[in-house]
């Protein structure tokens, strides 16, 4: 019986101690955090990479010591607190502490995967953090250019405008100047959202959209002309070749025999005026058709009325049949005569028209006047005698 009572009261001790044992160890379970905003990280052969750690508690003012559970083969590991070197910290319930884990990699470090876990003991509560870091290798610096049109075709009066990409291509930022080596008679502006540069910065695995604009400051001939431009940043570059193709253009000049821009008509009659056209453009100038403005009641015919082409250096001659209006008075006027190709742009030249009166009215006015005279003079001889 004795025996009985005895094991009794020592099972009953056991499930007394048994029964208090979690409690005691959820007691001290949530006194102690940590934690980092980025437990996992991406870095390069040789680069030391630092871990921002956060400690709280919720329920007293403690110091927290700090080591790593898992460290891989040939890494260090730093805590830094103040500026120093420090293997625990003072954690408070208001404020907690602030931690920076400084992970050094050995110089033979070989790209991969890499765990850490970082423990933090403190007064009842133990508590841990995994990290994790991959190593990969770093890009070289490398710039690429690029367009989906490399070649672009207009006028001599044409901008020509060429959209391309530079890509940086590398992990490191870099600042690019940019270079025009221009064809003769071009000027080329590099653009970027509507304004002009000679450099920019262009940011890792970024893309630049960039507008590369040629224009010609004169008469050119037609042909093909090659421009290469260059982006170079530090030691890296890269370039691209462009072709600009100029197809001729036609340039009339509207003139008279010698450069004379006069000639004479008469009030109601068809006077010829003769015109010349000339062609000082880059290509023919093909269906070049003729108008005039006249003044009031004036009318300008031409013969031919178009010209089928007038080719490069050349010039034609046409005639203009001036009628002022019958009742114009003797003066000068200006009558404005235009060709218009059938590409390219129209011209135009004024010419002084001096009206004169008709010799035949002249004649029949001194006729009048003499009848007149003698009338006068008869009448005078017969009335006189009397």
Request: aromatic share 6%; glycine share 8%.
């Amino acid at each position: 019986m004795r025996r009985f009572i005895i094991a009794a009261l020592i099972l009953s001790l056991v499930f007394i101690v048994g029964a208090q044992a979690p409690a005691l160890a959820q007691e001290g379970g949530n006194d102690l955090s940590i934690y980092t905003r980025y437990p996992s990280q991406v870095t390069e052969p040789g680069k030391p990479v630092n871990f921002p750690l956060t400690l709280k508690t919720d329920t007293r003012d403690q110091i927290v010591t700090l080591d790593m559970k898992e460290l891989p083969d040939g890494w260090k590991a730093t805590f830094r607190g103040g500026g120093r070197i420090v293997k625990s910290a003072y954690v408070t319930v208001d404020e907690g502490a602030s931690v920076d884990l400084k992970l050094e990699p050995p110089a033979d470090v070989q790209a991969g995967d890499y765990h850490f876990v970082v423990r933090a003991k403190g007064a009842n509560t133990t508590t841990t953090i995994p990290l994790s870091l991959t190593v990969e290798e770093k890009l070289p610096p490398r710039l690429t250019f690029t367009t989906d049109l490399p070649t672009l075709k207009g006028s001599p009066t044409s901008t020509f405008r060429f959209s391309t990409k530079l890509k940086n291509e590398g992990d490191e930022d870099l600042d690019v100047n940019l270079i025009a080596d221009a064809p003769p008679g071009f000027t080329v502006n590099f653009k970027l959202a509507g304004r002009d540069i000679t450099s920019l910065p262009v940011e890792a695995n970024s893309i630049k959209n960039i507008n590369v604009e040629a224009k010609a400051y004169g008469v050119i001939p037609a042909g093909t002309y090659p421009l290469s431009v260059l982006a170079q940043g530090g030691d890296v570059q890269t370039s691209l070749d462009l072709t600009i193709e100029v197809a001729g253009q036609p340039e009339l000049k509207v003139s008279g025999p010698d450069g004379r821009l006069s000639g004479e008509a008469y009030a109601g009659k068809e006077s010829p005026i003769k015109v010349v056209l000339i062609n000082n453009g880059t290509a023919a100038a093909h269906s070049v058709e003729l108008s005039a403005s006249t003044p009031s009641g004036w009318k300008v015919e031409f013969d031919p009325k178009t010209i089928e082409e007038i080719p490069v250096g050349e010039q034609v001659e046409v005639t203009a049949n001036v009628r002022p209006g019958d009742k114009a008075i003797a003066g000068d006027y200006i009558v404005t005569v235009r060709a218009k190709p059938a590409e390219g742009a129209s011209k135009s030249a004024d010419f002084r028209i001096t009206v004169r009166t008709s010799t035949l009215w002249g004649v029949v006015g001194i006729i009048l006047i003499a009848v007149a005279v003698a009338v006068v003079a008869l009448a005078v001889i017969r009335f006189g005698r009397r």
